[in-house]
T-cell receptor, first 114, second 111 residues
Framework: EAGVTQFPSHSVIEKGQTVTLRCDPI?????LYWYRRVMGKEIKFLLH????????ESGMPNNRFLAERTGGTYSTLKVQPAELEDSGVYFC????????????FGPGTRLTVT | RKEVEQDPGPFNVPEGATVAFNCTYS??????FFWYRQDCRKEPKLLMS???SGNEDGRFTAQLNRASQYISLLIRDSKLSDSATYLC????????????FGQGTILTVHP
């Protein structure tokens, strides 16, 4: 069974540009999460989808970040305009409908804003 | 104060050693507890869940003390392949899907 996949694996953009990250969860997983780790800090929760609905977006840092999950399958996370402090690794995770506790993580997207 | 606190280490131990990691959490409403393992530049992977009664998985033993809000992980007979960062993780309590991570404890096992 395929795991959680993320695209791209790396992205280098300039301050002020826009970047869109994509996550494909494990097939059949209704729950999808976004997390990020900035340098020197712990991994932090951004938001949680249940199917196409946002269950919890309390971790989204500001309105420059927009997450979508149209159709309840893959998800995108757009950063517009990017700032230097947005640099870090963005992880996506998914879990089956019966459990939100055992989350399976994707390999992450390493974002560098210069 | 961080919600989940861990000693960042690093811990450098020889093969065959026993090593213990500790973690404390601040949210008394937390309901689920985990140890994740993260290899360099890789994603976190669930190592084991932690239960109040304590649980064991091969060389790994996890303990939870809800009264003290304290979690531990014991690794016996360390292997070179155990070298990684160990992340203490708790469920967010009121937000059932949100995992809260500690900063991680770095373990290096040497020959």
């Amino acid at each position: 069974e395929a795991g959680v996949t993320q695209f791209p694996s790396h992205s280098v953009i300039e301050k002020g540009q826009t970047v869109t990250l994509r996550c494909d969860p494990i097939s059949g997983h209704d729950n999808l999460y976004w997390y990020r780790r900035v340098m020197g800090k712990e991994i932090k929760f951004l938001l949680h989808f249940v199917k196409e609905s946002k269950q919890d977006e309390s971790g989204m840092p500001n309105n420059r970040f927009l997450a979508e999950r149209t159709g309840g399958t893959y998800s995108t996370l757009k950063v517009q305009p990017a700032e230097l402090e947005d640099s870090g690794v963005y992880f996506c995770a998914s879990s089956p409908p019966s459990s939100s506790y055992e989350q399976y993580f994707g390999p992450g997207t390493r974002l560098t804003v210069t | 104060r961080k919600e989940v606190e861990q000693d960042p280490g690093p811990f450098n131990v020889p093969e065959g050693a026993t090593v213990a990691f500790n973690c404390t959490y601040s949210n008394s409403a937390s309901q689920s507890f985990f140890w994740y393992r993260q290899d360099c530049r890789k994603e976190p992977k669930l190592l084991m869940s932690v239960y109040s009664s304590g649980n064991e998985d091969g060389r790994f033993t996890a303990q939870l003390n809800r009264a003290s809000q304290y979690i531990s992980l014991l690794i016996r007979d360390s292997k070179l392949s155990d070298s990684a960062t160990y992340l203490c993780v708790v469920n967010g309590g009121t937000s059932y899907g949100k995992l809260t991570f500690g900063q991680g404890t770095i373990l290096t096992v040497h020959p």
